[in-house]
């Protein structure tokens, strides 16, 4: 499947696709310097796939690639606003997957 940039900048790089299971997933990757001398944090945010009729609803949008066309133009306010916390308030229970890697 296609992934779709969400953002892209200050070692920070978001971006969205759809899995084999019909899961809209939100992959994160941050390579900034963090606490305790960790190198890199990683997560997933995911709507479950019986979750995704839903999520189109509450965006306006028609079907699933108008929504990653709207995940796109609203890269920045989502990312910044915290990609859980967006689907949340949308009604959206999404799952979440995290790692956080540190210097050995």
Do not use: C, K
Not at 49 to 72: H, N
Request: no cysteine.
């Amino acid at each position: 499947m296609a992934d779709y940039t969400l953002w892209s900048r200050d070692r920070l790089h978001v971006w969205a696709s759809w899995d084999e299971g019909g899961r809209l997933v939100i992959h994160g990757e941050d390579l900034q310097p963090g606490l305790f001398g960790a190198t890199e944090y990683e997560y997933a945010v995911a709507v479950p796939a019986s979750d995704v009729p839903a999520l189109i609803s509450a965006l306006g949008v028609q079907t699933a690639d108008d929504v990653m066309a709207y995940l796109q133009a609203n890269g920045q306010s989502i990312v910044e606003g915290d990609e859980r916390a967006w689907l949340e308030g949308l009604g959206i229970t999404p799952e979440f997957w995290s790692r956080i890697e540190f210097d050995d």
